[in-house]
């Protein structure tokens, strides 16, 4: 597709607010062949209907090695970092029926009755967190509170000891701050974290017989199948998507949601009202219509055609890589009344924020306790937070995959009197 009108695509501008260029696309080049900031070129899937059945394809191989133009190799496709550190073999790169053992395997470790059973955990992180700010009257609520969330609640989870918590937070910052710049830095991040994992790993499988520890890693240890169990790298790479999946993404839920609320008033109000009266299902449905109106992921991660197909009619060739739009499938009009619209109470809403098919989002559970209880928390203990500068101020984080602010100042109403 080369039309002439068609918008410049992933510039500053572009970032800022993408959903104009993604209407367009929709409309003229549903499908359309772009090229991507790295020299890449790739398929660009708007239309909810396509997204759908793209992400649900399995002649859509989720392994590099598909692809014609072999750029994972060279650094170009895939998490900075991950080939030299050796983590291929994650969830996110491969196809049954690797993908189905290492998924069930993995599942039985991390179970929604696990995350259940840690709500109390993430509200004490939260309060933790908030309370570090409350009485300063303004903070940066990337860098303050979406930030470390997750990455304390996730080494939480695994088991990473509470000493150690802090480098994780170091290397996560790494990753975020240069995901879409530099790799170096990055894939030096990676590596630490690896070579810490695969110790911490074979440390707990030392452990196991003595202790009852009932953290993800060792259930991940014990996980098995018909007799099978990971091995030690399986492991360190399973423990580092979920670390990976599970932390910009989160950041992004918290930062793209608050924002949304705070240039949202009525809605706003109508959610800090319904979790002041200690009802839930608003706070839930307001998730959901938070990741949809403006979620974390913004573009799934790659997939490449095993042979010649076609997606809304547009033929693709074998080796091609199949970008699916996640941010302009759920704002389609086909799909969804008045998309642009954000409606925390709406009901029909099967939006992709978490992705469809056998690779949609393992840590979906986490995700939205993580998610209500921050924004709850934040309404509640900050009623009168506001956006401390101008829209136009904010910069969004310039990565292709995913969708976040840099930094999100607000103020409040000091709070005095935080006692722990
Ligand atoms: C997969 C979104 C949080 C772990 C995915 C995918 C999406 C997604 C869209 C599918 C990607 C694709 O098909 O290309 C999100 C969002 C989150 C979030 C929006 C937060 C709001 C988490 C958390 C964890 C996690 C907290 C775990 C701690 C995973 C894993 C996969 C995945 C392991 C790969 C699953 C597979 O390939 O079978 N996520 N995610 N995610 N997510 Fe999440």
Same mark, same amino acid.
């Given at each position: 597709?080369?039309?002439?009108?068609? /918008?410049?695509?992933?510039?500053?501008?572009?970032?800022?607010? /993408?959903?104009?260029?993604?209407?367009?696309?929709?409309?003229?080049?549903?499908?359309?062949?772009?090229?991507?900031?790295?020299?890449?070129?790739?398929?660009?899937?708007?239309?909810?209907?396509?997204?759908?059945? $793209?992400?649900?394809?399995?002649?859509?191989?989720?392994?590099?090695?598909?692809?014609?133009?072999?750029?994972?190799? *060279?650094?170009?496709?895939?998490? =900075?970092?991950?080939?030299?550190?050796?983590?291929?073999?994650?969830? !996110? +790169?491969?196809?049954?029926?690797?993908?189905?053992? !290492?998924?069930?395997?993995?599942?039985?470790?991390?179970?929604?009755? &696990?995350?259940?059973?840690?709500? /109390?955990?993430?509200?004490?992180?939260?309060?933790?967190?908030?309370?570090?700010?409350?009485?300063?009257?303004?903070?940066?609520?990337?860098?303050?509170?979406?930030?470390?969330?997750?990455?304390? $609640?996730?080494?939480?989870?695994?088991?990473? =000891?509470?000493?150690?918590?802090?480098?994780? &937070?170091?290397?996560?910052?790494?990753?975020?701050?240069?995901?879409?710049?530099?790799?170096?830095?990055?894939?030096?991040?990676? *590596? *630490?974290?690896?070579?810490?994992? !695969?110790?911490?790993?074979?440390? *707990?499988?030392?452990?196991?017989?003595?202790?009852?520890?009932?953290?993800?890693?060792?259930?991940?240890?014990?996980?098995?199948?018909?007799?099978?169990?990971?091995?030690? +790298?399986?492991?360190?790479?399973?423990?580092?998507?979920?670390?990976?999946?599970?932390?910009?993404?989160?950041?992004?839920?918290?930062?793209?949601?608050?924002?949304?609320?705070?240039? +949202?008033?009525?809605?706003?109000?109508?959610?800090?009202?319904?979790?002041?009266?200690?009802?839930?299902?608003?706070?839930?449905?307001?998730?959901?219509?938070?990741?949809?109106?403006?979620?974390?992921?913004?573009?799934?991660?790659?997939?490449?055609?095993?042979?010649?197909?076609?997606?809304?009619?547009?033929?693709?060739?074998?080796?091609?890589?199949?970008?699916?739009?996640?941010?302009?499938?759920?704002?389609?009009?086909?799909?969804?009344?008045?998309?642009?619209?954000?409606?925390?109470?709406?009901?029909?809403? =099967?939006?992709?924020?978490?992705?469809?098919?056998?690779?949609?989002?393992?840590?979906? =559970?986490?995700?939205?306790?993580?998610?209500?209880?921050?924004?709850?928390?934040?309404?509640?203990?900050? /009623?009168?937070?506001?956006?401390?500068?101008?829209?136009?101020?904010?910069?969004?984080?310039?990565?292709?995959?995913?969708?976040?602010?840099?930094?999100?100042?607000?103020?409040?109403?000091?709070?005095?009197?935080?006692?722990?």
């Amino acid at each position: 597709m080369t039309d002439a009108s068609a /918008p410049t695509l992933f510039t500053w501008e572009f970032a800022a607010d /993408p959903y104009p260029a993604y209407a367009w696309l929709r409309e003229h080049a549903p499908v359309h062949r772009s090229t991507l900031p790295s020299g890449v070129e790739a398929w660009l899937v708007t239309r909810y209907a396509d997204a759908r059945q $793209a992400l649900a394809d399995a002649r859509l191989s989720k392994n590099p090695v598909h692809h014609s133009e072999r750029a994972h190799a *060279k650094g170009k496709v895939g998490i =900075p970092g991950e080939r030299s550190a050796d983590l291929m073999t994650h969830l !996110l +790169n491969i196809d049954p029926p690797d993908h189905t053992r !290492l998924r069930r395997l993995v599942s039985k470790a991390f179970t929604p009755r &696990r995350v259940a059973e840690f709500a /109390p955990r993430v509200v004490e992180l939260t309060d933790r967190l908030i309370d570090s700010f409350a009485s300063r009257g303004e903070a940066d609520l990337i860098h303050e509170f979406a930030f470390p969330l997750p990455i304390y $609640a996730i080494c939480d989870l695994l088991g990473v =000891p509470a000493e150690d918590q802090d480098d994780f &937070r170091d290397w996560a910052g790494m990753m975020i701050r240069h995901g879409g710049g530099p790799r170096g830095g990055v894939a030096r991040s990676v *590596k *630490k974290m690896r070579a810490y994992l !695969l110790e911490l790993i074979h440390r *707990k499988r030392g452990a196991l017989r003595d202790e009852g520890a009932d953290d993800l890693i060792s259930g991940l240890i014990r996980a098995s199948d018909h007799g099978e169990h990971l091995t030690e +790298n399986e492991a360190a790479a399973m423990a580092f998507i979920l670390l990976f999946a599970g932390f910009e993404t989160t950041v992004n839920l918290i930062g793209n949601g608050t924002y949304a609320l705070l240039r +949202n008033p009525e809605q706003r109000r109508l959610l800090q009202d319904s979790v002041a009266q200690g009802e839930s299902a608003l706070l839930a449905s307001a998730v959901e219509e938070l990741l949809r109106y403006d979620g974390p992921v913004e573009l799934a991660t790659w997939r490449f055609a095993t042979e010649p197909l076609r997606i809304g009619g547009q033929p693709i060739g074998t080796g091609d890589p199949v970008l699916v739009v996640l941010a302009a499938a759920d704002r389609d009009p086909e799909r969804f009344a008045g998309p642009d619209t954000l409606d925390l109470a709406r009901r029909d809403n =099967p939006h992709l924020g978490f992705g469809h098919g056998i690779h949609y989002c393992l840590g979906a =559970p986490l995700a939205r306790l993580e998610g209500q209880t921050a924004l709850a928390t934040l309404l509640t203990r900050l /009623p009168d937070l506001q956006l401390a500068v101008e829209p136009e101020e904010l910069r969004w984080r310039g990565g292709l995959i995913m969708r976040g602010l840099r930094t999100l100042p607000v103020s409040f109403t000091a709070v005095r009197d935080v006692t722990n």
